[in-house]
């Protein structure tokens, strides 16, 4: 067994902790601020109509349903790969 001193010990748990911060938790917290300086904003975009052009985040009604747009779509709502999430069903919250 090798003989440990304090020290050496130390200066192990030193390394550990720097390489943690600069690999964990400074980008951690830069997302953080990155996340939290972003302007939070829900736009309705009134009834869904298919001509029109939606951006992600945005919500509409089609059918009694309120869609979230989850990508920049123009696909109607409630179909395969349309990039809307159902959110509210018709007569229900």
Same mark, same amino acid.
């Given at each position: 067994?090798?003989? /440990?001193?304090?020290?050496?010990?130390?200066?192990?748990? +030193? %390394?550990?902790?720097?390489?943690?911060?600069?690999? /964990?938790?400074? *980008?951690?917290?830069?997302?953080?601020?990155?996340?939290?300086?972003?302007?939070?904003?829900?736009?309705?975009?009134? !009834?869904?109509? *298919?001509?029109? +052009?939606?951006?992600?985040?945005?919500? /509409?009604?089609?059918?009694?349903? %309120?869609?979230?747009?989850?990508?920049?779509?123009?696909?109607?709502?409630?179909?395969?790969?349309?990039?809307?999430? %159902?959110? !509210?069903?018709?007569?229900?919250?």
């Amino acid at each position: 067994m090798a003989n /440990v001193t304090f020290e050496h010990l130390e200066e192990a748990l +030193a %390394l550990l902790i720097d390489q943690l911060t600069e690999n /964990v938790i400074v *980008p951690m917290r830069e997302r953080i601020i990155a996340l939290e300086s972003r302007t939070p904003s829900v736009k309705y975009g009134g !009834v869904f109509r *298919p001509e029109n +052009a939606y951006t992600e985040g945005e919500l /509409v009604t089609h059918q009694g349903g %309120l869609w979230l747009a989850t990508s920049a779509k123009t696909r109607t709502p409630g179909q395969p790969d349309s990039g809307w999430t %159902l959110v !509210v069903k018709r007569g229900s919250a």
